[in-house]
């Protein structure tokens, strides 16, 4: 189908959709979402002109991943949020099996967006064009075409680019397979936007020394924070460790030093970005302030997300909160924007044992907590359908599969002294030892969701009601 004729498709499912989606008990209360159909990857997130752009992989007509599109919100304080007109819909040649994920970029005051065509092929092959286009007086994009084919030696598999501009020159990662199936990062630069050179591989299996490190790298990401060089990327097809990488697909990052001119990266060990059950595709901005944000897709590919219970209401998947960034001692830390306070109600205290704790209203909620060490504590959220240990040695995040009810777990394997946890009506967000580790998972208890204790630890107990803050 031609952008033409998907578009009145598109509006009328968003018609259609919507009043089923926001009637959901697990419709989020404060996270984005979409109104209707499947919302994957954040695409294009970019603080331009005094606002916050964020877009999104978005197919309006179900839950499945097709009609890969680009919606568009727009917001002045990252809580406040505004739709705008939808910006990619697939249909020319050079991108007609959908608008792969991307990055957004201020080219001499002109929004322009830098994204990959995906097609595919009668007989299972594929290419992948990188494309751009540019932000028109309406608020809609403009597609320009293709700057960059497929590069030599490398499947069909090349896509996500992530573009910057370092002084005169323009930079590009863009995540890879090569022919022996192993997954890459790619860095380009270009004088123009338009016209790209390869300067060569920076990351992936086989390099940097990190030998066998999946087939697929996705949706990487590179900047400069505290004085180092960080990359984030989603490799596909990383070996499963006991109690590390145990999604289907994890998030990694890469801290060291970048080289351009010579297309070498002198990093660390691969680490994963967050524990918890869902988590992708994140993608970083940064805000006017020199606060480097991320976004990131609250979900994983492949895995049970289709027997998720809001699929049967037409939508699937939510975005993370904002966070911001920082490099400590060699560590990535992920903290709440400070912008979310304004969402914080009346506040309430508690201090004793964690099996006198009352129980506490989860439907929304923002709750800080310290555990006095020696004795274990058990957070548990709705009816059992989420449930958090805490130990002195490690935090233990369980819930039942989807699929066949048993129990599933997943660990930040490290002291715990602190957790600021971010509840809404499907999701949870656990922030570690301020920011140091990061759980992110949905879950779908029975609503109003509460929040209650089990354990002999002694607790200290701070927490804040959030109110609901929908897209206008």
């Known amino acids: 189908m031609t952008s033409s004729s998907l578009l009145p498709a598109f509006l009328q499912a968003v018609m259609q959709g919507q009043p ?30 005094g606002e916050y752009h964020l877009f999104y992989q978005w197919n309006p007509l179900g839950c499945s991943h097709q ?30 099996s959908g608008c792969y994920s991307g990055s957004a970029v201020d080219n001499q005051g002109q929004l322009t967006l830098c994204y ?58 863009l995540g890879a397979q090569d022919k022996h199936k192993q997954g890459k990062v790619l860095l380009f630069h270009s ?50 460790q006991e109690k590390r990488f145990l999604n289907t697909y994890p998030v990694t990052w890469l801290c060291g030093t970048l080289q351009a001119d010579g297309a070498t990266f002198h990093h660390g060990p691969l680490a994963e970005l967050d524990a918890g059950f869902e988590f992708y595709a994140p993608q970083t901005a940064l805000a006017e ?14 895995g049970e997300e289709m027997l998720q219970p809001t699929v049967k209401n037409g939508w699937i998947h939510q975005m993370t909160c904002p966070r911001q960034l920082s490099l400590k001692q060699g560590r990535l830390f ?56 805490w130990s002195d040695c490690e935090l233990c995040l369980a819930r039942r599969s989807q699929e066949n009810g048993e129990w599933q777990y997943r660990y930040w394997d490290a002291p715990a002294t602190g957790l600021q946890i971010l509840c809404d009506h499907s999701s949870i967000e656990i922030f570690i030892n301020q920011g140091e580790g990061v759980m992110t998972s949905r879950y779908f208890p029975a609503q109003p969701a509460t929040l209650s204790f089990s354990g002999e630890a002694e607790l200290q107990v701070r927490y804040w009601s959030l109110r609901a803050c929908m897209v206008e």
């Open 20 to 49: 089923r989606a926001l009637k959901d008990p697990h419709y989020p209360g404060w996270h984005l979402a979409p109104v209707t159909g499947l919302m994957n990857d954040p695409n294009g997130f970019i603080h331009f002109q």
């Open 191 to 240: 004088g123009n936007l338009t016209d790209w050179t390869l300067a060569g591989e920076i990351a992936g299996s086989g390099l940097g020394g990190l030998g066998e490190a999946g087939y697929m790298w996705e949706c990487p990401d590179l900047f400069h924070l505290d004085g180092q060089d960080v990359l984030i990327a989603c490799p596909q097809g990383v070996t499963k």
């Open 289 to 302: 302030d020199g606060r480097r944000l991320l976004i990131g897709w609250m979900g994983v590919p492949d």
């Open 116 to 173: 990959t065509g995906n097609v595919k092929f009668d007989d299972g092959s594929r290419t992948a064009w990188q494309c751009l286009a540019v932000e028109n007086a309406q608020g809609g994009f403009d597609k320009t075409g293709p700057v960059l084919a497929l590069p030599e030696g490398y499947t069909g598999h090349v896509r996500d680019p992530k573009v910057w501009r370092q002084g005169e020159t323009w930079y590009m990662v």
């Open 334 to 389: 992920q903290q709440p924007v400070t912008e979310l306070q304004m969402l914080r109600e009346t506040e309430s205290g508690w201090q004793g044992l964690a099996s006198q704790a009352p129980e506490i209203p989860a439907e929304r909620l923002e709750i800080l907590l310290t555990r006095t060490p020696g004795k274990s504590a058990t957070l548990h959220f709705g009816n059992d359908d989420l449930v958090l240990t």
């Open 67 to 96: 009609n890969k599109s680009w919606g568009h919100w727009r917001s002045q304080d990252l809580v406040h949020w505004q739709h705008a007109p939808i910006a990619l819909i697939p249909g020319e040649d050079y991108d007609r």
